[in-house]
């Protein structure tokens, strides 16, 4: 969304539904929902004061444990999470992990193959971060220390009012070097340097550490409980950006601005202390934080400074992750965004302490997102919040799941793997990484995409409170997040395991290059693409090395729990290998050559998944599954699905055969100079062309079929004339244009009886256009108006063919401007049929993901 007007329906929604928001993170009792980054957005960019000064007069950063109704709980969680661990670690640095844990690989080391629509997404988003300008991305940083400021700051989130400026730099900072990591882009380089110098300056300019692009007065209204935005979460993004340049772009001034800025928080949290309390600085953190902990573990990696761990310490918000440590799933009501990165951060304490109440503070946030808080997609939060365990039918709506939540997410399970390589948490990074993350970007547009993932029945990715975001003008948190997930695409592909038996896990089908210098090979995985009408995924792996053969080394292949555990085959050149049946790992030894090929064939499964929620009457809210893409079907509202009695998925569900684009068409006819398409709504009208962020594509296309049913290609005007043709809408199989008798409108109808027409050359004599006659009414032709203009309903007319009848009952026809998805599927049910494809491909076309499906 463009501009800061509010819509009231969305403040009613937040307010009905986050009235239980918990004092754990709520800043206002009695206006749970300023808690939401949406709603802060307002308040920072607001003009109405009247309203602001009413929403700030219930302010507060509370401490959960000493009131309301959960306050016992929170304070015996609280007690433990602080005798357990806050105060017993003895981290002396010297801490040696587990030795088999997994190795993350180098994103300097992988590369992503071009036909693979990863490289795709990777690729839109580099052109994004190469079409940010610098002097703009910076210049609130040089605002706030003092420095001449050349150019214009940009808009957004990024804009002067908002109190959240500069969070996104810190992203950049991030995204930049994954990007130049995976791709070795020296645009990229050149532009991230070019911050780097800026921020460098800026602190020195500054010369207390201190390191931002708003002032430090945020946080003495924070810490004396003033209003303000979320400043740690900024820092939380400056500093990780700044690590990143350092771990992944070797900028040793990084780190050094890192260090000094870690110094001025460190100085700050004790000056609170000491002058106030630790309970008041834990009350600070009631305030979105971001991952202070997360980034502060990681410099604590890096320096082995115990002051850092210290400091990482006191941002392990006591409130909530007392909570996963009495494995109490008490996180409805949490703002989900803000919790889970502490659990990251958690989680990087146990890789560098070793402490195992660390570590079992994840795995079980894990399992409740998992097993009750999530979505299909794998996505979590509705309207930025977790709701109730196991309701998630009711938590359904156009703003469900905010993107970044999935990003943070991808983190958990990530590091879940490498501590245990089970195939559970590499399956859930698919689920996640597939459908929360590779479609919030708008096709090949850089620089447009989501904040939240709308999946009610006939949402549309274009219609949430934000819908579609804009390069310049929107930099949400989600566009944050989203730059580093794309530009860190080629990540968790590929794990290496140490020691004795070196050996490499691949955990996602990726087509990518891994160079393992450790195995002294390069792996090139090259994955088919998948399809519908063929269920298998296929993939080679190949080898090249310029160091002869590589040492002997285990190669582990996931077996993902979606395979159908019949009918796979796996081969190392010339021999079969059996399958483990899915959840295992394919393991082969071998000193890996050049001469040597390593296939895999997995039967895809279609598959539904009941929804999350317990109660019985929302037993049959299920999603579709292909493999590991979730399947949505084009529905402006239903997602109601009677199968009738069937015994298996394939007898209702079926695959759309790459051969039917070739039968898509669209109409269209010239109105002055304007071009007017053929479209059907609730009735058949002549519109403007559709326009982005409309879903009318879907609706202006139709595909032929023959008067036996049989398919018709459309390849040029001339090899369709004289055929007698039926119209499908593209996304209403099943349906067809029907005409109603002379002078009445068309219709989109069930029955096939007056729905052929025969294909004529143009009656207006043009050679790109045809005439379409009724075959049951010869003589009679689909009509617009001799007075054409948009909104004209279609008829059939039987006049004596003057020229502006002519005119009229001709069509300019062409291939069709939608097209099919090779993953598509139709849904038969006994009400209405549907057309289904990964709910990753949708733009702007409206479509249902959970179905009522009864038989
Ligand atoms: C910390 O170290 C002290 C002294 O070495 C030891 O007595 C104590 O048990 C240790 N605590 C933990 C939690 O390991
Ligand atoms: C970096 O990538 C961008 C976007 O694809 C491209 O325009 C630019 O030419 C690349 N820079 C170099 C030095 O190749
Ligand atoms: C970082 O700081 C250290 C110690 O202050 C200094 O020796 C080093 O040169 C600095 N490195 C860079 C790249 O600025
Ligand atoms: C998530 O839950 C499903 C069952 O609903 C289970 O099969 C799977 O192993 C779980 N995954 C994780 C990562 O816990
Ligand atoms: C239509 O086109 C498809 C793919 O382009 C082709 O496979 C098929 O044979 C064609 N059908 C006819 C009837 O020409
Ligand atoms: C053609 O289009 C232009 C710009 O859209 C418009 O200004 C002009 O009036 C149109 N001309 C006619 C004849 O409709
Ligand atoms: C579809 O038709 C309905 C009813 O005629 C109308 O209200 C609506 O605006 C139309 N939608 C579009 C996108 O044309
Ligand atoms: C597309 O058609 C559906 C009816 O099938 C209608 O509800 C919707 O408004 C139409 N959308 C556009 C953009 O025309
Ligand atoms: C066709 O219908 C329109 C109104 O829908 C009417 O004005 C016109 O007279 C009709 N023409 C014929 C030939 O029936
Ligand atoms: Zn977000």
């Given at each position: 969304m463009k501009g800061v007007v509010f819509s009231n329906v969305l403040i009613y929604f937040l307010l009905c539904n986050l009235a239980?928001?918990?004092?754990?993170?709520?800043?206002?009792?009695?206006?749970?929902?300023?808690?939401s980054s949406t709603m802060r957005a307002k308040l920072s960019s607001i003009n109405d004061e009247a309203w602001k000064k009413e929403m700030l007069s219930s302010y507060q950063l509370r401490s959960?444990?000493?009131?309301?109704?959960e306050a016992s709980k929170f304070q015996a969680a609280e007690e433990k999470f602080d005798n357990t661990m806050l105060r017993n670690?003895?981290?002396?640095?010297?801490f040696k992990l587990p030795g088999d844990f997994l190795k993350e690989v180098s994103l300097h080391d992988v590369r992503l193959l071009p036909n693979s629509m990863h490289w795709r997404a990777q690729q839109t988003n580099l052109e994004y971060l190469v079409m940010l300008d610098v002097d703009r991305l910076v210049w609130s940083f040089r605002k706030t220390a003092g420095l001449p400021t050349p150019g214009a700051p940009y808009g957004g989130?990024?804009?002067?009012?908002?109190?959240?400026?500069?969070h996104f730099l810190g992203h950049y900072l991030s995204a930049t070097a994954m990007a130049w990591a995976s791709t070795r882009n020296e645009t990229v380089k050149q532009k991230m340097d070019a911050v780097m110098s800026v921020l460098s300056e800026c602190q020195k300019k500054i010369g207390t550490g201190y390191l931002s692009a708003f002032p430090s007065e945020f946080f003495d209204r924070l810490e004396n409980l003033v209003?303000?935005?979320?400043?740690y979460y900024t820092i939380h993004k400056i500093m990780a950006g700044l690590l990143d340049q350092y771990t992944?772009?070797?900028?040793g001034q990084a780190l050094n601005i890192t260090i000094w800025m870690a110094d001025y928080f460190n100085t700050r949290v004790q000056n609170l202390i000491a002058r106030s309390s630790l309970e008041r600085h834990y009350q600070t953190l009631?305030?979105?934080?971001?991952?202070m902990n997360d980034v502060l573990y990681k410099l604590y990696g890096i320096t082995k400074d115990p002051k850092h761990l210290k400091l990482a310490e006191l941002f392990d918000k006591p409130c909530f992750l007392g909570l996963l440590a009495v494995k109490?799933?008490?996180?409805?009501?949490?703002h989900a965004n803000t919790h889970i990165p502490l659990v990251c951060g958690v989680q990087n304490r146990y890789e560098l302490t070793g402490d195992e109440q660390s570590m079992a503070m994840g795995t079980f946030f894990m399992d409740i997102i998992n097993s009750s808080h999530s979505y299909a997609t794998g996505g979590t939060s509705h309207q930025e919040f977790w709701t109730d365990p196991k309701r998630i039918a009711t938590a359904?709506?156009?703003?469900?799941?905010?993107s970044c939540t999935t990003y943070n997410m991808l983190k958990v399970s990530r590091y879940l793997f490498k501590w245990t390589k089970q195939v559970t948490y590499a399956d859930y990074y698919e689920r996640a990484l597939t459908?929360?993350?590779?479609?919030?970007?708008?096709?090949?547009?850089?620089?447009v995409m989501i904040y939240m993932l709308p999946l009610s029945?006939?949402?549309?990715?274009?219609?949430?409170?934000?819908?579609w975001g804009d390069a310049f003008d929107s930099f949400w948190c989600c566009y944050g997040t989203g730059i580093e997930s794309f530009a860190k695409l080629?990540?968790?592909?590929y794990f290496e395991q140490e020691g004795k038996g070196p050996g490499v896990y691949i955990i996602q089908y990726i087509s990518s290059t891994f160079d393992w210098k450790a195995g002294q090979i390069v792996i090139h995985q090259n994955v088919d693409p998948v399809v519908s009408w063929d269920q298998n995924l296929r993939m080679a792996l190949t080898f090249t090395s310029n160091k002869g053969p590589g040492v002997s080394s285990v190669l582990n292949l996931r077996i993902p729990?979606?395979?159908?555990?019949?009918?796979g085959k796996a081969t190392l050149n010339k021999d079969n290998l059996q399958i483990p049946s899915p959840g295992n790992f394919l393991s082969v030894t071998r000193a890996w050559s050049p001469d040597e090929k390593l296939f895999i064939q997995l039967p895809i499964n279609l598959r539904t998944e009941a929804i999350k929620d317990d109660r019985p009457q929302y037993a049959s809210l299920q999603a579709i599954f292909y493999g590991p893409y979730l399947l949505a079907g084009y529905s402006q509202h239903d997602h109601e699905i009677?199968?009738?009695?069937?015994?298996?998925l394939s007898e209702w569900i079926t695959p759309i055969p790459?051969?039917?684009?070739?039968g898509l068409v669209t109409f269209s006819q010239k109105s002055g100079n304007s071009s007017l398409v053929l479209m059907k709504n609730q009735s058949v009208t002549i519109e403007p062309w559709p326009a982005a962020g409309t879903g009318g594509d879907a609706n202006a296309t139709f595909r032929l079929i023959g008067n036996d049913q049989r398919p018709i290609n459309f390849t040029t005007v001339k090899n369709v004339i004289s055929k007698q043709v039926m119209f499908e809408p593209f996304d209403f199989p099943g349906k067809l244009l029907m005409q109603q008798g002379n002078n009445d409108s068309l219709v989109i109808a069930?029955?096939?009886?007056?729905?052929v027409f025969q294909v004529n050359a143009g009656l207006d004599g043009k050679p790109d256009t045809v005439s379409l006659e009724s075959v049951s009414r010869k003589g009679c032709f689909v009509f617009s108006d001799v007075?054409?203009?948009?909104?004209t309903a279609l008829k059939l007319n039987c006049q004596q063919p003057d020229d502006g009848f002519k005119q009229a009952a001709s069509f300019v026809m062409q291939k069709g401007i939608s097209q099919y998805h090779p993953i598509s599927f139709l849904a038969k049910g006994s009400n209405r049929n549907y057309l289904l494809?990964?709910?990753?491909?949708?733009?702007?076309e409206s479509y249902s993901v959970y179905f009522n499906i009864t038989n």
């Open positions: 239980f928001a918990k004092e754990c993170v709520n800043l206002f009792p009695n206006k749970a929902e300023l808690a959960p444990a000493n009131e309301g109704p670690t003895n981290a002396t640095g010297d989130w990024e804009d002067q009012k908002m109190e959240l400026r500069g209003y303000v935005w979320a400043p992944l772009a070797n900028n009631n305030d979105e934080s971001g991952g109490a799933d008490n996180i409805a009501g949490l359904l709506s156009a703003e469900t799941e905010e459908n929360g993350v590779l479609g919030i970007q708008r096709g090949t547009e850089p620089g029945p006939g949402s549309s990715k274009a219609k949430s409170y934000h819908g080629g990540d968790s592909i729990f979606w395979a159908n555990p019949n009918g009677k199968t009738g009695p069937v015994k298996s790459a051969s039917y684009n070739a069930n029955n096939p009886g007056n729905s007075n054409l203009k948009a909104g494809a990964p709910l990753l491909s949708f733009r702007d």
